[in-house]
C-alpha cells in the first residue's frame, strides 16, 4: 500500500468471502459511543470550518484532485463535512460526505482491531508464531539462523523482516487466498531479521487477514464486517466495489497529460485486509469516535466492540518509525518530531508534545488520511480519488486551523482526592513549615533528601520576591499522583510542582518551587 508519511487450514473463495462480508447481520445491535462535545467548544470550532473547506478546495485545484471528501470529528461526533469535486468526472457526480472511497491502507487498523478482538475472546495470543496459522510459513528462509520466528505482532507492526512492498503490493489487492499461500509457500525474500527493524508491509497485513479467517472460521471480510463494522453502524461500508450503487461509488484517476485518466478499479480479494475497504465519511467518522472514546481512561460502560484498554494498546508506538529533526509545521516553523507504529497505526509526537494518531491510505486511484489528537478530543478525515493522494500535509494544516481557531486547549485529567489532599495540606504549612516534620504528609526520604532549615529558606525567599500572596490556583495533574499549581503573588508567582510515592496513602516525595513571571 502506497503511503505518504506528514493467514491453510481454511480456503474459502473471494466470491464467498465478499458475499459473506456484506451479509446484513440481524442480532447485531449497534454501538452509541459516547459523545462529550461541549456546546461552546463546539461553537468556537464552528469559527473554523469556512477555513477548512477553503483549505480543501485550494488543494484540490493546485493538485488536480477529481474529488475529496472530508469530515471533523469532535469528542466522539461528526461536527462537520462536506465534499470538493466530483466522484465521476464524466457524470459530475459530486463527491459528498456519503460518497464511497476506497480508503487503502486505512483499513490496516481494522485488520489489527479484529486480531485484537480475538486475542482478547482467547482465541490467538498476539506472540504466537505466525506459522502455527500458515503452515506454509514453517518452511521460511530467515536472513540468519539466530532469527526469531516471526510472530502476529510482528505482522501488526512492520517488523517482520519483509521488504517494504509498494507499489507492488497495490497490485495484489484482488489476489485468491491460494495466490496467498502460493507466495508464501515459494519462498518469502527477507529485508532484515525479524523483531528489530520498522519496514511496512502490506504482504504481512494480507497474512493477518488469513489469520483471522483460520482462527474465527470465517472469510475475514465477514469477521470484521460482523464484529466491527456492523455494531458501530457503518452499514454503507463494503469490501467489493461491485456492491455499490454507481451513484455513490467514488471512481480512481490519475492525472497524466494534463488529463484525468480512470484507474480501473481491483476487486475484493487476500490482500483486502491491507487495503481494501470502501467506506463514506459519514460512516468512518463512528470508527474515529471510538478511537477517540479510548481517552480518557475512565470507568463509563465499556461495551464497544472492542475494549478501550485495547483501543490504546493499538494507539501505543510498537515500533520506531522515525526521528526527523527537521519537520516543520503547517506554518513552516521548524518543528521536530519522532514517529512510530502501533497496531495497523501510526503514531507521532511533535515539538509541542501534540501526539497524534491514524493511518494515511493509498492506491491506484485513490489517497486518503485519517487522524485524531489523543490530548484534544479532535480528529480528520480526509479522502480524495487521484492515485497515491498525500492527503497527509493538508489534513496538519486543517488539524491546526481547528487547534488555533478553536482555541481547544489540551484536555486535563481529573484531580485525583488524594493529590487535592495533599495540595490542601501542603499549603497551610508554607511558608514556614512549621511542624512540617510532624505532619504526616512527606514521605520518608523528604527531609534526608534536604533539611526542613534549607526548604524553609527557600520558599520564604520566594515569598519575599513576590510579595503578598493573594491566590492559589488550581491543581493541575499531569497524571494522579503528581502535578503542579501557582501560589499568585502580587509581583510574580510560584509554581510548586509536587510527586507522590507508590505508597497507600501517597505521600510528598518531591517538592520543587520556582520564580515564574506573571
Wanted: net charge neutral; aromatic share 10%; glycine share 8%.
Amino acid at each position: 500500500m502506497k503511503y505518504i508519511f506528514s493467514f491453510l487450514l481454511l480456503t474459502v473463495s473471494s466470491a464467498f468471502a465478499q458475499t459473506e462480508a456484506n451479509r446484513s447481520v440481524a442480532h447485531i445491535t449497534t454501538y452509541q459511543p459516547p459523545v462529550f462535545t461541549d456546546t461552546d467548544r463546539l461553537k468556537r470550532l464552528e469559527a473554523a470550518f469556512p477555513i477548512v473547506e477553503k483549505i480543501y478546495k485550494e488543494a484540490a485545484e493546485k493538485r488536480h484532485l477529481p474529488g475529496i471528501a472530508f469530515g471533523v470529528v469532535l469528542d466522539g461526533k461528526l461536527v462537520y463535512s462536506g465534499g470538493v469535486g466530483y466522484t465521476d468526472v464524466a457524470k459530475k457526480i459530486p463527491a459528498t460526505s456519503k460518497s464511497l472511497f476506497r480508503i487503502a491502507s486505512m483499513t490496516k487498523s481494522l485488520t489489527s482491531m479484529a486480531i485484537l478482538k480475538l486475542r482478547d475472546e482467547g482465541k490467538l495470543q498476539l506472540d504466537d508464531p505466525a506459522e502455527k496459522y500458515i503452515p506454509e510459513l514453517k518452511s521460511h528462509k530467515y536472513l540468519t539462523a539466530d532469527a526469531p520466528l516471526i510472530t502476529i505482532r510482528n505482522l501488526m507492526t512492520h517488523s517482520a523482516g519483509f521488504p517494504e512492498d509498494n507499489p507492488w503490493g497495490d497490485r495484489q489487492l484482488d489476489d485468491s487466498d491460494a495466490d496467498l499461500l502460493k507466495l508464501i509457500k515459494g519462498g518469502i525474500s527477507n529485508s532484515n531479521v525479524p523483531s528489530f527493524t520498522y519496514e511496512y508491509s502490506n504482504l504481512g497485513f494480507a497474512m493477518l487477514g488469513h489469520i483471522i479467517t483460520v482462527v474465527s472460521k470465517k472469510p475475514y471480510q465477514q469477521y470484521i464486517t460482523e464484529t466491527i463494522l456492523k455494531p458501530l453502524g457503518m452499514n454503507d461500508t463494503q469490501w467489493e466495489y461491485t456492491k455499490i450503487p454507481a451513484e455513490k461509488l467514488a471512481l480512481g484517476y490519475r492525472w497524466q497529460d494534463e488529463k484525468w485518466l480512470e484507474e480501473p478499479l481491483l476487486h475484493d480479494g487476500s490482500y483486502g485486509a491491507m487495503g481494501g475497504l470502501i467506506t463514506s465519511i459519514d460512516d468512518f467518522s463512528k470508527y474515529v469516535a471510538l478511537h477517540q472514546s479510548a481517552w480518557p481512561p475512565s470507568n463509563a460502560p465499556d461495551n464497544a466492540p472492542i475494549k478501550r484498554s485495547s483501543l490504546r494498546e493499538m494507539q501505543k508506538p510498537w515500533t520506531l518509525s522515525g526521528l526527523n529533526a527537521q519537520a516543520k509545521n503547517s506554518a513552516g516553523q521548524l518543528c521536530p518530531e519522532v514517529t512510530g507504529y502501533g497496531y495497523g497505526l501510526r503514531w507521532g509526537q511533535n515539538c509541542k508534545g501534540q501526539i497524534g494518531i491514524g493511518h494515511t491510505g493509498g492506491l491506484p486511484g485513490f489517497g486518503s488520511q485519517w487522524r485524531i489528537l489523543t490530548d484534544y478530543g479532535v480528529g480528520i478525515i480526509s479522502y480524495a480519488n487521484l492515485t497515491y493522494a498525500g492527503m497527509g500535509a493538508v489534513n496538519a494544516v486543517v488539524l491546526d486551523t481547528l487547534v488555533g481557531i478553536g482555541k481547544l486547549p489540551p484536555r486535563q485529567l481529573p484531580v485525583s482526592a488524594i493529590l487535592a489532599q495533599r495540595k490542601a495540606e501542603l499549603v497551610k504549612l508554607l511558608p514556614d513549615w512549621t511542624k512540617a516534620e510532624q505532619s504526616g504528609i512527606f514521605a520518608e526520604n523528604f527531609f534526608p533528601d534536604k533539611s526542613v532549615a534549607i526548604r524553609r529558606k527557600v520558599v520564604q525567599d520566594l515569598y519575599a520576591k513576590v510579595s503578598k500572596i493573594e491566590r492559589v490556583s488550581e491543581l493541575i495533574p499531569e497524571n494522579q499522583l503528581r502535578g503542579h499549581f501557582l501560589l499568585e503573588g502580587e509581583k510574580a508567582n510560584i509554581d510548586v510542582f509536587f510527586t507522590l510515592t507508590p505508597e497507600n496513602p501517597a505521600l510528598i516525595q518531591q517538592l520543587d518551587f520556582r520564580e515564574v513571571s506573571k
